[in-house]
């Protein structure tokens, strides 16, 4: 009975805490002028911090369907966010890389996120902070394995 009613307590409090900061997120990112879905945002984040990222890379590391993915890159080409280049590796693939544009506006998502974290850990003393951190990063490398 214990184990379970502390496994509805964390789960409820996991779904609460990742509510929290996706709309802390999507605010820091209307605070920054951005009008970028979810998904555009991490595709682009995907791409800026891989530069050996293609559309296969970045839909199996985001874990999505690559036609998702085509769809957004497709977007983020036509914001001229991105740009791609062929691939010296494999021909039947192209490398994505930010423009100047897309990274002003990766400077923009990175103040948004630093911005969303401050609020969310703005009653967190330095240790309990870490502490979190060590025990969230225990749990994701639990499901790794998976």
């Not at 009975?1 to 789960?11: C, E, K, P, Q, R």
């Not at 209307?30 to 009008?35: I, S, Y």
């Not at 497709?74 to 494999?90: G, H, M, R, S, V």
Request: glycine share 2%; proline share 1%; charged share 25%.
């Amino acid at each position: 009975l214990w184990f379970y009613m502390f496994n509805i307590s964390l789960s409820e409090t996991m779904h609460q805490l990742m509510h929290s900061y996706t709309n802390l997120l999507l605010k820091g990112i209307q605070l920054q002028k951005l009008d970028l879905s979810v998904t555009h945002i991490r595709t682009l984040k995907g791409v800026c911090h891989n530069s050996k990222s293609t559309a296969q890379s970045i839909a199996k590391h985001m874990q999505r369907d690559k036609a998702q993915i085509t769809r957004a890159l497709n977007d983020l080409l036509a914001a001229e966010l991105i740009f791609k280049t062929d691939n010296p590796l494999d021909g039947r693939s192209q490398l994505l890389q930010a423009t100047p544009k897309g990274e002003d506006v990766m400077e923009k998502l990175d103040v948004a996120e630093k911005w969303a974290v401050e609020q969310l850990t703005q009653n967190l003393k330095a240790d309990e902070l870490a502490l979190f951190l060590r025990v969230s990063r225990i749990m994701v490398e639990s499901t790794v394995k998976l």
